[in-house]
T-cell receptor, first 114, second 111 residues
Framework: NAGVMQNPRHLVRRRGQEARLRCSPM?????VYWYRQLPEEGLKFMVY????????ESGMPKERFSAEFPKEGPSILRIQQVVRGDSAAYFC????????????FGSGTRLTVV | SQKIEQNSEALNIQEGKTATLTCNYT??????LQWYRQDPGRGPVFLLL?????KEKRKERLKVTFDTTLKQSLFHITASQPADSATYLC??????????FGTGTRLKVLA
């Protein structure tokens, strides 16, 4: 009964390249949330998705960032033309329903832009 | 705008003592509040949820209070152990059921 699986754990990209972060939610969970965490800072909400729908992307930059959660397969957070400021830990969480309950987080992807 | 404040300074306590962490919020009337634990290099782990009509909630050595008048939650760890050393985050629901997290308080329990 695997938890939330994120891959890769570590990702190094040169400035201008694309980064693709994957998240497979827990079995039975249909809600996925992406958060970004900078060193010594809190978790910042980016986007909330359900299968094939973006519910809330208010925390995601309008340019270069996109997210999807297709009918089949993992959720993908995509960052195009990465810059040094994108270096952070990106966490995915899932939940079975909207109200109450806690999130189950993955171990995160640490993106380093060189 | 909604704001959550946790003491950003690390809290050092002696093993066996009770650790008390604070979460204050403003411009908010949440129906519930959550606490998470985060270890270095790991994702947060859900610990407890407390609803607005619950003044206190316990789970083993953990106790959480929720004072909607003061707009504050207190998180207590009794008989603390070095293994309790971690960063503790409080989280409140925002619109569309996403959670807004505080910056966390780092707890270090000294043996």
């Amino acid at each position: 009964n695997a938890g939330v699986m994120q891959n890769p754990r570590h990702l190094v990209r040169r400035r201008g390249q694309e980064a693709r972060l994957r998240c497979s939610p827990m079995k039975g969970h249909s809600h996925v949330y992406w958060y970004r965490q900078l060193p010594e800072e809190g978790l910042k909400f980016m986007v909330y998705l359900q299968k094939e729908n973006i519910i809330d992307e208010s925390g995601m930059p309008k340019e270069r960032f996109s997210a999807e959660f297709p009918k089949e397969g993992p959720s993908i957070l995509r960052i195009q033309q990465v810059v040094r400021g994108d270096s952070a830990a990106y966490f995915c969480a899932s939940s079975p329903e909207e109200t109450g309950g806690g999130y189950t987080f993955g171990s995160g992807t640490r993106l380093t832009v060189v | 705008s909604q704001k959550i404040e946790q003491n950003s300074e690390a809290l050092n306590i002696q093993e066996g003592k009770t650790a008390t962490l604070t979460c204050n919020y403003t411009n908010y009337s949440p129906a519930y509040l959550q606490w998470y634990r985060q270890d270095p290099g790991r994702g947060p782990v859900f610990l407890l949820l407390i609803r607005e009509n619950e003044k206190e909630k316990r789970k083993e050595r953990l106790k959480v209070t929720f004072d909607t008048t003061l707009k504050q939650s207190l998180f207590h760890i009794t008989a603390s152990q070095p293994a309790d050393s971690a960063t503790y985050l409080c989280a409140l629901p925002g619109r569309t059921y996403k959670y807004i997290f505080g910056t966390g308080t780092r707890l270090k329990v000294l043996a």
